[in-house]
């Protein structure tokens, strides 16, 4: 596919004023108080991916500096927070997909994947716990689903090679680890591939589109089909009809990626203590660019890893971008400037103000699609919903106890000796999951059912309608004889 392979990176990055590199995780590290921050409470959790909802990090941080730090800095130990290099050592063995390459016994399960309530905790025991092959089989069952082997022609052995090598790069934590990333990739092929009430078919020849300009082939271009809902009833559509196999696969291997190597702890705090991906990413999205960063490289570092290998050069770049413009789009950081773009696309005409024919507005839609997916689940059973704050608390209580040990005041609701969980949640649900879902469905591109109204309803709505008709008839008689009364005077 023309990309570049095993290339070697030099992981010292120098310091621009100083000339100094990046200290080793055994080594003792300073970090500046430019950034020094007493975190404020904001609409900005972190509850997904990259989110400082708790934390402000252009706020200063406190505390007592120890007596051997120089003027001005604050010296911590970084090993608790260092995060991975981005390629692999070339002496390291590559992660090859254990055999069977799928794994038997899972049907009972995996035939549920087109339930929102999808019981994925469930799965996570059959596929051996935490450590476990829950991502590459899921993602494995979604890509056969859709037909994308076989669009693309990926090869199957690369493919669990790579995804395996993927579930193993993300960390045995609380929350944004593979199960996080699993239940992701399930919640956007279900909003892509379920029906959606109203939604239109796009009308093209032989059902593919044509995108001669950018040298796509009309392969990358066609349309999927899920087939555990093949036929879509008279007055139902859905994304995967309007929304070309190769964005949706770039959407999908986006959602399996998106946490890889996340160190359960949020972008404020990787900047608050200059954590070496800070300062390569000038601490902006720094989580949101490692995890696209690392994940691409693990995918560039192996030859076993390239299942995009039937690709052409044009669509392999294309899908890389997309791919790369997915996962930045979950830095909650910028989320309000997504819903604005939004809300300003969308307005009051709904999914008639998207122009499915314009490439940049349905990237729009898959980045508002993998948001929604990212904080899915205070949209789940109260079961599920449960199981996912247990995760998240417990993974913001581990951050507040570090941030105890650093001499680093301990963020809003991350200090576990005076919980709030309730309030954590009615904040998040309030700021940032329920304007994004009304958003979402405004638009009209929510799964879900055309319901009838009962029969009382109904009729009450008919004789509130008459009512109506009648108030407006009576109020334009009034006006005539108004106008009339005073033309004759």
């Given at each position: ?9 030099n992981?010292?990055?120098?310091s ?5 590199g ?11 108080s430019?950034?020094?921050?007493t975190?404020?409470?904001?609409y900005e ?9 708790a ?6 941080e406190?505390?007592?500096?120890p ?6 800095c604050?010296?911590?130990?970084a ?10 050592s ?18 009972p ?19 051996h716990s935490?450590?476990g092959c ?11 689903d ?7 022609r990926i090869?199957v052995q ?14 045995v934590?609380?929350y ?8 992701v ?11 959606v009430?109203?939604?239109p078919?796009l ?24 087939k ?5 009833e008279?007055?139902?559509g859905s994304?995967?009809?309007l929304?070309?196999?190769l964005?949706?696969m770039?959407?999908?291997v ?9 160190p359960?702890?949020?972008n404020a705090?990787l ?7 800070a300062?390569l ?8 660019n490692?995890h ?7 995918f560039?570092s192996r030859p076993?890893y ?20 997915a996962?930045l789009?979950?830095?909650?950081k910028?989320?309000f400037?997504?819903l ?19 490439e ?9 699609c ?6 899915n689940?205070p949209?789940?059973c ?11 608390v ?29 309030k ?6 309030t700021?940032?999951v ?7 469905d405004?638009?009209a591109?929510?799964p ?9 309803e109904?009729?009450?709505?008919e ?7 009648e108030?407006e008839?009576?109020?334009i008689?009034?006006d005539?004889?108004?106008t009339?009364?005073d033309?004759?005077?």
């Amino acid at each position: 596919c023309g990309r570049p392979f095993n290339n070697r990176l030099n992981h010292r990055v120098e310091s621009v004023d100083k000339g100094d590199g990046i200290p080793h995780p055994d080594e003792r590290a300073v970090a500046s108080s430019d950034y020094d921050s007493t975190y404020d409470s904001t609409y900005e959790t972190n509850h997904s991916d990259s989110s400082d909802f708790a934390q402000n990090e252009e706020e200063g941080e406190g505390g007592k500096k120890p007596p051997e730090a120089r003027e001005g800095c604050r010296e911590y130990l970084a090993e608790g927070i260092i995060l991975h290099p981005l390629l692999p050592s070339p002496e390291d063995k590559p992660i090859l997909a254990p055999e069977p390459l799928v794994m038997s016994g899972l049907e009972p399960l995996m035939s549920q994947l087109s339930n929102w309530n999808f019981p994925i905790f469930s799965l996570v025991e059959k596929t051996h716990s935490k450590t476990g092959c829950i991502l590459s089989q899921v993602s494995y069952r979604l890509f056969e689903d859709t037909g994308l082997f076989e669009t693309f022609r990926i090869p199957v052995q690369e493919f669990m090679n790579y995804f395996h090598a993927l579930e193993n790069g993300y960390r045995v934590i609380p929350y944004h680890n593979r199960i996080h990333a699993t239940d992701v990739l399930h919640a956007v092929w279900y909003l892509t591939t379920q029906p959606v009430p109203g939604l239109p078919t796009l009308l093209t020849e032989n059902g593919i589109h044509i995108d001669s300009e950018n040298g796509i082939t009309s392969g990358a271009t066609g349309f999927l089909v899920s087939k555990m809902n093949s036929v879509l009833e008279e007055g139902y559509g859905s994304l995967a009809g309007l929304i070309p196999g190769l964005e949706l696969m770039a959407l999908y291997v986006a959602a399996a990626m998106h946490d890889y190597d996340h160190p359960g702890r949020t972008n404020a705090f990787l900047v608050a203590t200059s954590a070496p991906q800070a300062l390569l990413y000038n601490d902006r999205s720094v989580l949101e660019n490692h995890h696209a960063a690392s994940a691409w490289n693990l995918f560039m570092s192996r030859p076993e890893y390239n299942f995009l290998v039937n690709l052409e050069h044009v669509e392999f770049k294309r899908f890389r971008f997309l791919v790369i413009e997915a996962i930045l789009a979950t830095d909650l950081k910028k989320h309000f400037d997504f819903l604005a773009e939004f809300n300003a696309k969308v307005g009051d005409e709904g999914v008639s103000g998207i122009d499915w024919t314009n490439e940049n507005d349905r990237l729009l839609v898959c980045q508002m699609c993998i948001k929604l997916a990212d904080v899915n689940g205070p949209l789940k059973c109260k079961e599920l919903h449960l199981q996912w704050t247990e995760g998240i608390v417990n993974e913001f209580y581990e951050q507040g106890d570090e941030e105890a040990s650093l001499g680093l005041p301990i963020s809003p609701f991350m200090d576990r000796s005076a919980p709030q969980l309730a309030k954590l949640q009615e904040s998040f649900i309030t700021h940032i999951v329920g304007p994004l879902c009304s958003s979402y469905d405004s638009a009209a591109l929510m799964p879900g059912r055309w319901v009838d109204p009962p029969e009382g309803e109904t009729e009450l709505e008919e004789v509130k309608d008459e009512q109506d008709t009648e108030e407006e008839e009576v109020d334009i008689a009034d006006d005539d004889a108004s106008t009339s009364s005073d033309t004759s005077r």
